[in-house]
Nanobody
Framework: QVQLVESGGGLVQAGGSLRLSCAAV????????MGWYRQAPGKQRELVAT???????NYADSVKGRFTISRDNAKKTVYLQMNSLKPEDTAVYYC???????????????WGQGTQVTVST
């Protein structure tokens, strides 16, 4: 069994910072791309940032220059450093990872349980 365990959400004032973490635990052979998505009330889930196993990153235009995604492959963990937070960043943030459980199986997408980020004015 594989789980993505998220931590680090909370309430912060506009202009502040938060760091999210997501650790993959369980029977894991390999992890390809990892990423963060978010869903605000009444809106669809949207991509925030992704990072490949080699460290290539991709960001939504709305967070470029403010958010930084990184990963520690040894710890099977992905991070999202969020600076200069705005009220419109308020959402539930979900971790995502493409994980292969065996050398002979194709990777599957896994999701974390979500962590609330609230930015007040």
């Amino acid at each position: 069994q594989v789980q993505l365990v998220e931590s680090g959400g909370g309430l912060v004032q506009a202009g502040g910072s938060l760091r999210l973490s997501c650790a993959a635990v369980g029977n894991i052979f390999s992890i390809n791309a990892m990423g963060w998505y978010r869903q605000a009330p009444g809106k669809q889930r949207e991509l925030v940032a992704t990072i490949t196993s080699g460290g290539n990153t991709n960001y939504a235009d709305s967070v470029k220059g403010r958010f930084t995604i990184s990963r520690d492959n040894a710890k099977k963990t992905v991070y999202l450093q969020m600076n200069s937070l705005k009220p419109e960043d308020t959402a539930v943030y979900y971790c995502n990872a493409d994980i292969g459980r065996h050398w002979y199986s194709s990777p599957s997408a896994y999701w974390g349980q979500g962590t609330q980020v609230t930015v007040s004015t």
